[in-house]
């Protein structure tokens, strides 16, 4: 039996995840300064210190590109992982990374480092959005990687999770369920978004 509020409810983010994917594509094109811009705000706003496990992504097409964030924090001697799948509806693993490094193609478009990479959980969890609003709450592709891995990774240690957008993705809502998992912070371009949880 189909329940109609989880009906309306996906409607709902795919209606958003649609509006999204059009104004991050403008907000992409028009604001070439806020890699930079987001890189100076995490560096200022906390405190990556050497040896600190820091999970980021590797963009997709029209995606807030992280990697000059990501140099800064092996500059400093954090260890930097991305996310690597392992199945359909199974939690991320996170695997080493530094600059240089070849990725290797995997789902929905993205690369990843190699699976002879180590993987180890972060402390940190740097994670990309389609929207977000001022709850701390975001919407993503629809795939539940990374609430399942949050839920997953929150269960067993304590970890910061960070979205990180362009400002233009912020909505008044996002649609959520109990499975949706909260942020601790939103760092954009132009500020710097604390949730108590």
């Known amino acids: 039996m189909i329940d109609a509020d989880t009906v309306s409810l996906d409607t709902r983010k795919q209606a958003l995840r649609k509006d999204a994917k059009t104004r991050r594509s403008l907000a992409f094109s028009s604001q070439t300064a806020a890699p930079t811009a987001?890189?100076?705000?995490?560096?200022?706003?906390?405190?990556?210190?050497?040896?600190?496990?820091?999970?980021?992504?590797?963009?997709?097409?029209?995606?807030?590109?992280?990697?000059?964030?990501?140099?800064?924090?092996?500059?400093?001697?954090?260890?930097?992982v991305l996310p690597a799948m392992t199945g359909r509806d199974r939690p991320l693993v996170f695997r080493d990374w530094t600059p240089g490094d070849t990725l290797v193609p995997a789902g929905f478009g993205t690369l990843e480092p190699a699976g002879s990479?180590?993987?180890?959980?972060?402390?940190?969890?740097?994670?990309?959005?389609?929207?977000?609003?001022?709850?701390?709450?975001?919407?993503?592709?629809?795939?539940?990687?990374?609430?399942?891995?949050?839920?997953?990774?929150?269960?067993?240690?304590?970890?910061?999770?960070?979205?990180?957008?362009?400002?233009?993705?912020?909505?008044?809502?996002?649609?959520?369920?109990?499975?949706?998992?909260?942020?601790d912070w939103i760092v954009t371009e132009r500020e710097v978004l604390e949730f108590e949880r």
């Not at 067993?156 to 912020?170: K, P, R």
């Open 38 to 80: 987001i890189r100076d705000r995490l560096l200022s706003s906390f405190d990556f210190t050497a040896g600190m496990v820091i999970s980021g992504y590797w963009p997709l097409a029209d995606e807030l590109d992280l990697r000059p964030s990501l140099e800064a924090f092996h500059e400093r001697g954090c260890r930097v």
């Open 117 to 183: 990479q180590k993987a180890r959980p972060p402390d940190v969890l740097l994670v990309p959005l389609l929207a977000f609003d001022r709850q701390g709450y975001r919407l993503g592709y629809g795939g539940g990687f990374y609430d399942r891995s949050l839920a997953d990774l929150r269960a067993a240690q304590a970890v910061m999770a960070v979205g990180v957008a362009f400002s233009a993705l912020e909505v008044e809502a996002v649609p959520r369920d109990a499975n949706d998992q909260p942020l």
